[in-house]
Nanobody, 123 residues
Framework: VQLQASGGGLVQTGGSLRLSCSAS????????EGWFRQAPGKEREFVAA????????YYADSVKGRFTISRDFAKNTVYLQMNSLKPEDTAVYYC?????????????????WGQGTLVTVSS
């Protein structure tokens, strides 16, 4: 499956952005999907994930209550709505899909990755 992330940009503290991850190729809707981010000089970290059915969502503590992950089966797209953005949210955001495994937060269990989209939050 090929993934295309979009929606990044520059926003002020407290603002909002919505990231999109569009998929083509294999049946995207059969797989769980996650968002990760990597800030300059830091390791890639888990942000949010959604089960293949869309029934279950998972969030890092740092974004819980501010970010919402959702998926549109008809459009083969997963969204990450980001509200109340903070400067520490600045990073390149990546979407990825996983075909198996029990952990949603472990990047090593994800099989295909998008190219990343840059989110910059100014103070």
């Amino acid at each position: 499956v090929q993934l295309q992330a979009s929606g990044g940009g520059l926003v002020q503290t407290g603002g909002s952005l919505r990231l999109s991850c569009s998929a083509s190729g294999r049946a995207f809707n059969n797989y769980a999907e996650g968002w990760f981010r990597q800030a300059p000089g830091k390791e890639r970290e888990f942000v949010a994930a959604i089960s293949w059915s869309g029934d279950f969502t998972y969030y890092a503590d740092s974004v819980k209550g501010r970010f919402t992950i959702s998926r549109d089966f008809a459009k083969n797209t997963v969204y990450l709505q980001m509200n109340s953005l903070k400067p520490e949210d600045t990073a390149v955001y990546y979407c990825a899909v996983k075909y198996g495994g029990s952990s949603y937060s472990d990047s090593k269990q994800y099989n295909s990755w998008g190219q990343g989209t840059l989110v910059t939050v100014s103070s």
